[in-house]
């Protein structure tokens, strides 16, 4: 997966400039290009795995609208129940 965002730390100066709305549908989502962070749009469950986790290192919790995620998501598992929006 590309990940466009590797060697490029982290600040207030960039932040993202497009986002695309992820909508698992009963199968797993790759994010390709890996965004920098995903928002959550609606209270339910988010479950990922972040870029540098095994695939079995699932990351899964009961989120409210407008959580962040901490780390920077490189596939949306099909148990997502929320609206997730990335930030690219």
Not at 28 to 47: C, Y
Not at 50 to 75: E, I, S
Request: with cysteine; aromatic share 6%; hydrophobic share 40%.
């Amino acid at each position: 997966m590309t990940d466009l965002y590797e060697s490029q730390a982290d600040s207030r100066d960039h932040l993202g400039k497009c986002g695309r709305n992820v909508t698992p549908s009963g199968s797993d989502v790759d994010l390709d290009p890996v965004p920098k962070a995903i928002f959550v749009a609606t209270d339910r469950v988010l479950s990922y795995v972040p870029a540098d986790n095994a695939d079995g290192a699932v990351v899964t919790m009961t989120v409210t609208a407008g959580f962040a995620a901490y780390h920077r998501p490189r596939r949306i598992k099909a148990a997502t129940t929320c609206v997730v929006w990335t930030v690219e």
